[in-house]
């Protein structure tokens, strides 16, 4: 698996050749155009029940097809955090949550048909009443199911971010 700037050979604006692989940054020797190479932003959300516990989604696609993991997902482009992890959340549980509250962040690695993305991660929290229907979105996950907060082994978490996320959530409650 490789960082995205070492698949760039040809400058993106004007086609010249580059030297050597970008690392933070693509400047063409050419024409000059700069290309920033940011991370990607990740979203999940701890949302907890009035039972104490808290919703998981067993992850229905590589990577880490099979493991947990807080309902969650990339943010598009135009979306704030929340918008994002409320879309995202609507499309794996069926759920409408609204209420975030920022939790932490953390770096996290996303390797996905031979690139490796780079990915800071957002942690954030909601509660919501308990009963309310779960729509499992089926391409994307598994199963989704309520789990004890405190019973669920870190090590069964898609992610190192989630497992430290996780480790944040449950030292606050």
């Not at 590589?62 to 943010?75: D, Q, R, V, Y």
């Not at 082994?153 to 959530?169: C, I, N, Q, T, V």
Request: overall charge negative.
């Amino acid at each position: 698996m490789s960082a995205p700037a070492t698949h760039f050979k040809h400058c993106p604006a004007c086609g010249e050749a580059l030297d050597e692989p970008p690392a933070k940054r693509l400047v063409c020797p050419g024409c000059g155009f700069t290309y920033y190479f940011n991370p990607t932003i990740g979203l999940m959300g701890f949302i907890e029940n009035d039972q104490g516990q808290i919703l998981l989604i067993e992850r229905a696609k590589e990577p880490a097809k099979g493991k947990l993991a807080p309902p969650g997902g990339f943010a598009d482009f135009g979306e704030s955090a929340e918008e994002a992890l409320s879309r995202e959340v609507r499309e794996e549980t069926g759920l409408d949550v609204s209420n975030w509250r920022y939790l932490t962040s953390a770096v996290n690695h996303y390797s996905y048909k031979g690139v490796t993305y780079p990915v800071m991660d957002l942690a954030f929290t909601a509660r919501i009443e308990s009963g309310r229907e779960l729509d499992r979105c089926t391409d994307e996950t598994l199963s989704v199911k309520w789990v004890d907060k405190d019973s669920v082994d870190p090590g069964d978490l898609a992610f190192p971010s989630m497992r430290e996320a996780l480790r944040r959530y449950r030292s606050i409650q």
